[in-house]
């Protein structure tokens, strides 16, 4: 084994890199080639260097200055995904929760200071298993108190996990078994279109292409024509197709009709009803060694999902003629819908980043961009007349001193309010461009708004907004304030927060709300892209909450409202109200339509019945412990419901339990597999379930089956400090996602017969995986090099004195060396077992050659 190279992503503005100490570990990984932000002038010359256990930690303070770190008079500050016990330490050092999870260490009485070259070690404890390196602490920066308003970044910071939890990682040899589970195919197996169409007849024969086609296409679908000639331009000149446009968003009006000064095949596209689907979505794809190609949609989103397919039909290799396939296709969507949800709040994303992702997602027929506007970290849309939402609420860094002029640092954005992640917003003609680019490509946004909790960036906001107008304008001061001065609810949120949530006792907070739809629905109808529905948060509200806000027990009284659950009800009746009254739909979190209980002993979630026929969509992300069947219910008791499954689509999950894999863990891992092998109809059948708890739980009836509209991935970003990771995290998975929410449920999910499923499952999962290897990402590598989607490692087994190696994707070239150094471009290929013997390294590469993980093991 090998020690672990650098993990190379960025965690701060200020370029403080994560470091893996030295450790046995099964996989190197992968170059994430995220570029460094240079230290700027005047930050602190301290070392800090953090290393954990499985509880305790350590940071290491070096002062390599001139000038002793005095006995007292400073803080160093940083922030910790993990739970910290705080209070007194050993050598006079204390650990104190600034707010939510900003920390701070501080010298107390008997502390000696730290001289010049001398080197302090800090022992503490986490109250959470430190087994990823994701929880380790990030930003740090130096405060001293007579300049308590400016922050000085730690630089030269390094974070290692010698003492992770041993035996999380996946070895080699466990790698391999799982691998085998999928057969390699040859190329002609693979199935010619992804995701998998509802029908495909092909015919015999081939059209010839060999130039750019001749595209003829109604004025209506001028975007289409402009996408039919950015699919054929990696194999044909640019201006072969007249006017074509460079993108669908840049399409020009001329398009369609210079396109027939083009000599290839005709490819017509047109708008008429597609026999049997309803979906406005269904197409038809017809390829005809005679009369070329036509598509024809229900609608112009039809066309496009036409064209997709198509594109799949192309060479994956540009080429200046080639054979199409003669064939038919019938297809539509299973599900209208089929989402990402991104987290714009925690780690903002410029509007380049949603644009490309955009792109893709349109590429493999997603439909939904659910925006994560707002959390207790950011808001991230600028509403006119309330410019302190964007002014306070959309910055991060540090400040001393009673009236906060910006929230404080989280997620290690560190000290400065200039952090492009911690720090950002989207400007109104921001929102309206990304609105428009998403319709051009037939994707809907569907913004989210976080309330009642997860709202302490909006919160904070309209406390300071009531600070600035108190005096000069009282009445307007109090318009939008959210918060109860007087209340004293003891409540804490999962992000430990204890001021986050809006009070409904306020009529302003419905007033505030009220602006807020308005503003958002007036930039869609500028957009030209009308508002259909609105996220309205409803996840997370901590028991305790409003519970001694005398705001809140007076609306109670005057209402005979006895619970906070019947001020739940109240406050989602009034946002349904506002929502209604502007032709909106009201969609959020499970707990929106959901209700807790006493059952057992246990706390259970419950369909409400006070929404339940009032036309509320649900994302259920909740399929734990007690919880698994929650979707079932809710569809049964009457709620739409997008199916959002913690254990399977959430994306910011770590792939696997690898203390080096970037992500999260709080529910354990989320593999390619998993993903793949979600059932949305019967997603108990091969849970991973004691079969003791499956008894009791509920099934889907004919009509909660109805009420299913689909499935999202779930892009939370509390780790995802580059668009870089957004790439890794969501592929290959997203493609899962996109064959499990268009395609029908595969023989295997249906099959009763446990041994045929098996059979039946592991053919699927060969062609699946295969198709991605060999077709959907090597076409991805070569029209767009720059996603850099997740190269998982090779799995190795030593068999009959030889190295086996296998890779998830079969069709990614595998190289390996026997020095124990990392493979390169130049090292040999696999191309059978390996029967060198030494420190066998190998990893897979993509078609550009960039590297995945390198997985090792010795073979004496």
């Known amino acids: 084994m090998q020690p672990c190279s650098n993990l190379a992503f960025a965690l701060s503005a200020l370029a403080i890199a994560i470091k893996l100490a030295p450790a046995a570990m099964a996989a190197t990984p992968p170059p994430l080639a995220i570029p460094a932000v240079a230290v700027k002038a005047g930050a602190s010359a301290l070392q800090v260097r953090w290393e954990s256990g499985a509880r305790e930690a350590r940071f290491v303070i070096t002062n390599p200055d001139s000038k002793p770190l005095p006995p007292a008079g400073w803080a160093i500050y940083f922030n910790s995904m993990a739970g910290i016990e705080t209070g007194a330490l050993d050598g006079g050092l204390a650990l104190e929760q600034v707010g939510g999870a900003l920390y701070r260490l501080r010298p107390g009485a008997g502390f000696p200071g730290v001289a010049p070259g001398q080197a302090l070690t ?137 396109a027939s000064a083009a000599s290839g095949p005709p490819l017509r596209l047109e708008l008429r009803p597609i026999a049997g689907p309803s979906s406005p979505e269904a197409y038809e794809l017809r390829v005809d060694p005679v009369a070329g190609i036509a598509i024809a949609g229900n609608t112009a989103a039809g066309v496009a999902m036409g064209l997709q397919s198509l594109r799949d039909l192309l060479p994956v290799e540009a080429s200046a003629a080639f054979d199409l396939p003669a064939l038919a296709v019938s297809d539509a969507p299973r599900f209208p819908h089929r989402g990402l949800l991104l987290d714009v709040s925690r780690n903002f994303q410029r509007k380049e980043t949603v644009f490309r992702l955009l792109d893709q997602m349109a590429r493999y027929k997603l439909n939904t961009l659910h925006f994560h506007l707002t959390d207790d970290e950011g808001w991230r849309i600028e509403i006119a007349g309330i410019p302190e939402l964007t ?26 309010v200039d952090d492009p992640h911690g720090g950002g917003y989207y400007t109104r003609a921001d929102y309206i461009e990304i609105l ?87 930039l869609h109808k500028r957009a030209g892209v009308p508002l259909k529905t609105m996220h309205v948060g409803g996840d997370e509200l901590p028991d305790g909450a409003w519970e001694k806000s005398p705001r809140a027990a007076a609306l109670m009284k005057r209402r005979n409202i006895d619970s906070t659950a019947g001020l739940w009800d109240y406050f989602y009746d009034r946002v349904a109200t506002i929502l209604r009254k502007r032709g909106l739909g009201a969609s959020g979190w499970e707990e929106m339509g959901a209700r807790k209980v006493m059952a057992g002993g246990k706390a259970k979630l419950i369909p409400n019945p006070v929404f339940s026929r009032r036309g509320f969509q649900l994302y259920v992300w909740n399929n734990t412990e007690g919880a698994e069947d929650l979707a079932y219910r809710l569809a049964n008791g009457g709620y739409d419901v997008v199916l959002a499954p913690v254990t399977n689509l959430y994306f910011d999950m770590a792939h696997n339990a690898s203390a080096e894999e970037p992500g999260v863990d709080w529910n354990g891992p ?102 991605l290897g060999k077709r959907v990402l090597p076409r991805l590598d070569l029209e767009d090099g720059g996603v850099r989607y997740r190269i998982a490692p090779p799995g190795l087994m030593i068999e009959g004195g030889r190295v086996m190696a296998n890779h998830q994707l079969p069709g ?49």
């Open 391 to 416: 002014a306070i609420g959309a910055r991060r860094g540090h400040e001393s001193g009673p009236v906060a002029t910006r929230l404080e640092p989280a997620y290690g954005s560190g000290s400065g």
């Open 122 to 258: 800090v022992a503490y404890r986490h109250t959470d298993v430190l087994n990823r390196i994701s929880k380790a602490p990030t930003g740090p920066y130096l405060v001293f108190d007579d300049a308590s308003a400016t922050g000085l970044a730690i630089g030269d910071y390094q974070a290692g996990m010698p003492g992770a939890v041993p035996g999380a990682a996946p070895t080699p040899q466990a790698i391999y078994q799982r691998n085998a589970l999928a057969d390699d195919l040859p190329a002609g197996a693979l199935p010619p279109i992804f995701p998998t169409p509802r029908s495909l007849a092909p015919h015999g024969g081939q059209l010839r292409v060999a130039a750019m086609p001749r595209v003829t296409a109604p004025s209506s679908l001028i975007n289409e024509a402009a996408l039919a000639h950015a699919i054929f331009r990696r194999h044909f000149s640019a201006n072969a197709g007249g006017a074509a446009a460079a993108n669908v968003a840049n399409a020009n009006a001329n398009a369609a009709s210079a």
């Open 812 to 860: 990614l070239a595998l190289r390996y060396t026997t020095d124990g150094s990392d493979p390169t471009m130049a090292s040999a290929l696999v191309s059978g077992p390996i029967s060198e013997h030494g420190a066998i390294a190998v990893a897979a590469f993509d078609r550009n050659g960039r590297r995945g993980w390198v997985s090792r093991i010795d073979h004496p």
């Open 670 to 771: 989320v593999e390619l597999d998993r993903v793949y092998d979600f059932i949305p109809y019967d997603y108990l059948r091969n849970a991973d379930i004691d079969p003791a708890r499956k008894l009791g739980k509920e099934g889907l009836g004919d009509d909660g089956r109805r009420r299913i509209r689909g499935l999202e991935g779930t892009l939370f970003t509390e780790t995802v400090r580059d668009p870089a990771l957004i790439d890794y995290l969501t592929m290959p998975r997203m493609l899962a996602l996109a064959e499990r929410a268009w395609a029908a449920d595969p023989a295997w999910a249906t099959e009763p017969d446990g041994a045929k499923a098996k059979v039946l499952h592991r053919a699927a999962w060969s062609g699946f995986v295969n198709a």
């Open 436 to 522: 428009r680019y998403a319709a051009a490509r037939h994707i809907d946004v569907i913004p989210e708004i976080e309330m009642p909790g997860h709202a302490r960036a909006a919160v904070k906001a309209m406390e300071a907004r009531h600070r600035r107008l108190e005096k000069s304008r009282p009445a307007e001061a109090r318009r939008y304030l959210l918060s109860d001065a007087d209340d004293r609810s003891v409540y804490k949120s999962p992000q430990l927060y204890t001021d986050h949530v809006m009070n409904p006792g306020l009529e302003s907070t419905f007033t505030f709300i009220e602006r807020v739809v308005a503003e958002v629905a007036a």
